[in-house]
């Protein structure tokens, strides 16, 4: 049997998930669920939509909302129970999180960030899985030594896939939570800045600016133009640790992952850290002196020359080009 | 107020990824080598902390001899010391790397107030080896920290969410990982680095480690990219890209 860990945000099921249980079931088991905290027994009839025959609820007066060690002490009890061959999560902060102190409670090797697995057929020879590292760039197949698997699955590596499957049947179980299980745990929360204009994750349109943009009074030219077709600004590493630009603008694996339909990069070379939070961007266009650099590789269109010309030029002529529209 | 930040020597690698003959690693013959940016922010978050309270600073890195490299350079931005637990170069995996941290930690007369790792490492990213780490010295752990601040004894820092944030609290002693965007790391000063040379570096010779997950092998993943269509150079290229804006509904 394979147990996935589905995660939720009181109540509310992360999609991820839905690609943990399709990798789940790929591996020719039974699949079954758990979720942490009562709140998420909503979700069994999606659950066994996707594929698990039961879903495991842990349930627990201290239980009301994330708490990522008890997660650990809730699959820990459960895995000893139903001894499974794999405990398999989504490759999210809060999935690699709650395995991690999972595999810690066991002391059992956990292979993150997984593309592939393949379970082991006999019980002294290794599972088999190939993980991400380098953000993506690599692939590192690895062996893993130890009976039960423990791994997350790389967020969009599987499209989610319905089995069809009838709502999964409630077991509702006491983890044995000890009082520092549940010592750190969300205590609030709020909705951070909005600040009223459009957020870089949720913007159709992102104008990107790097290095080459050259301090953060050259930065007007971006804003400029972003505004103008109502996007947001975005911008490469470089620029936040210069300080010419605040962090939740940074694109990239350590930024923000975005997917607009309309990416526009400035002064930025191309970084895989950087591509590794747009490439999934419907279009993608680039201003660079340099026609060597690695961005032009994944560009649909690009323009070589000096971004300080060529920004406003171009706000200009849509500017144009939008009046004569409207005439 | 003593701080321990946790950091890995990983090599700066940014363009295209060519790897060793045998495919066991990155070929580093043309590479620098630095830290993961979010070790970057644990550092100067430790350093701020230190500045504020006082205490000392103390970092702690499992690697090859040449990790030295790594260790001055973040020395001369303000730490106190730094312990290297020597290997042989071949990486550890992460039971293994974590239980060698814990024996260090546990052999330090200083009883660290506040551990900081990176929310994960730039080259191998296991996502756990701080929780481990946390599980060993029966230590609260809060993870993705964006925020932070210590107040009477009690931690509490915000994770940024896509929701927002997501308020945490713990007493110390305590394990933190951070995030990049926590802070402005600052570059080290001619005078610092001046300083950091005579800095403390216990060094100590790890024997050799068994892993329990075992990599065999790394393949470069398959762009799917196929390069641009040159619109054209400088202002003259405009127009054109003003026909694509359309093409695509963009105006
Ligand atoms: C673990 C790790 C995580 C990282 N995470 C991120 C991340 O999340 N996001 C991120 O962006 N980076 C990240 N980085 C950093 C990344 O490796 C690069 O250092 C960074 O992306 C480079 O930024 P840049 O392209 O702006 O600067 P550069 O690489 O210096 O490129 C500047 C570009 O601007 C061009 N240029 C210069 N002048 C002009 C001009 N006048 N007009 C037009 N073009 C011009 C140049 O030709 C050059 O191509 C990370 C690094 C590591 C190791
Ligand atoms: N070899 C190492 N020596 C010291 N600290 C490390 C080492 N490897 C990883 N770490 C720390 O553990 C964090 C998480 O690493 P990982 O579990 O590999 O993602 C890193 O950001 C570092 O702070």
Redesign the interface.
């Given at each position: 049997m394979i147990l996935v860990l589905i995660d939720h945000d009181r109540g509310e099921l992360d999609q991820l998930s839905l690609q943990a249980l399709t990798a789940a079931r790929k591996l020719g088991q039974e699949v079954e669920a758990i979720v942490v905290g009562k709140d998420g027994a909503s979700l069994a009839t999606i659950v066994g939509q996707y594929g698990a025959k039961i879903l495991h609820v842990a349930a627990h007066a201290d239980l009301t909302d994330y708490t990522p060690m008890a997660s650990g002490r809730a699959l820990k009890d459960l895995v000893e129970k139903l001894k499974p061959a794999a405990v398999l999560a989504a490759g999210s902060p809060r999935g690699n999180e709650q395995l991690a102190h999972l595999a810690a409670f066991l002391d059992l090797p956990m292979a993150a960030e997984c593309f592939e697995i393949s379970l082991s057929s006999s019980a002294d020879s290794p599972h088999k899985v190939s993980r991400s590292r380098w953000a993506g760039n690599l692939i590192e197949d690895a062996h893993v030594y130890s009976q039960l698997l423990i791994a997350t699955i790389v967020a969009f590596s599987t499209e989610p896939e319905s089995a069809a499957g009838p709502a999964a049947s409630i077991v509702e179980f006491a983890p044995s939570l000890t009082p520092s299980d549940t010592q750190v745990r969300v205590m609030s929360r709020d909705a951070g800045d909005t600040g009223g204009g459009v957020t870089l994750a949720d913007a159709k349109v992102i104008i990107a600016g790097g290095r080459g943009v050259g301090g953060s009074a050259g930065f007007a030219k971006i804003e400029e133009l972003a505004n103008l077709l109502g996007g947001a600004v975005g911008c490469s590493r470089v620029v936040t640790s210069s300080g010419w630009r605040p962090h939740k603008e940074q694109v990239g694996q350590t930024g923000t992952k975005v997917a607009p339909d309309l990416y526009l990069a400035a002064g930025i070379s191309g970084a895989m850290q950087h591509i590794a939070g747009m490439k999934n961007s419907k279009t993608i266009i680039v201003v660079n002196t340099d026609p060597e650099a690695p961005i032009f590789k994944y560009a649909d269109y690009a323009i070589i020359g000096d971004l300080h010309q060529i920004l406003p030029a171009l706000t200009a002529a849509i500017r144009e080009a939008t009046r004569e529209a409207k005439a | 107020m003593d701080v321990l930040v946790c950091l890995k020597r990983v090599p700066l690698?940014?363009?295209?990824?060519i790897l060793t003959p045998d495919s066991k690693d990155?070929e580093t013959k043309h590479l620098g080598f630095g830290i993961s940016?979010?070790e970057e922010n644990a550092v100067e978050a430790g350093v701020q902390l230190v500045e504020q309270m006082g205490g000392t600073l103390t970092l702690l890195t499992l690697g090859p001899p040449d990790a030295e490299e790594q260790l001055r350079t973040q020395l001369a931005i303000g730490a106190t010391r730094a312990i290297l637990l020597e290997t042989d170069g071949q990486e550890w995996?992460?039971?293994g790397t974590a239980a060698a941290l814990v024996d260090a930690i546990n052999a330090e007369e200083t009883k660290f107030d506040l551990i900081i790792f990176g929310?994960?490492s730039?080259?191998?990213?296991?996502?756990?080896i701080h929780?481990?780490v946390?599980?060993?010295l029966?230590r609260?752990?809060?993870?993705?920290v964006k925020a932070m601040k210590i107040e009477n004894g009690t931690l509490s820092c915000d994770r940024?969410?896509?929701?927002?944030?997501?308020?945490?609290?713990?007493?110390l002693p305590a394990i933190i990982t951070v995030?990049?965007?926590l802070n402005?790391?600052r570059y080290p000063s001619v005078p610092g680095r001046m300083q950091a040379r005579k800095k403390p570096i216990d060094m100590k010779k790890m024997q050799a480690h068994v892993?329990?997950?075992?990599?065999?092998?790394?393949?470069?993943?398959p762009?799917k990219?196929t390069?641009?269509?040159?619109?054209?150079?400088?202002?003259e290229?405009?127009?054109a890209?003003?026909e694509?804006?359309?093409k695509?509904?963009?105006?």
């Open positions: - | 690698a940014g363009g295209t990824l990155i940016p979010h995996d992460p039971q929310a994960e730039a080259d191998s990213a296991g996502y756990q929780v481990r946390a599980h060993a029966n609260p752990i809060i993870t993705n940024v969410v896509s929701a927002g944030r997501e308020h945490y609290e713990a007493p995030r990049d965007g402005i790391p892993p329990k997950l075992e990599k065999l092998y790394l393949t470069v993943a762009s990219s390069g641009a269509e040159i619109l054209g150079k400088g202002v290229a405009v127009p890209l003003v694509i804006l359309k695509i509904g963009t105006i």
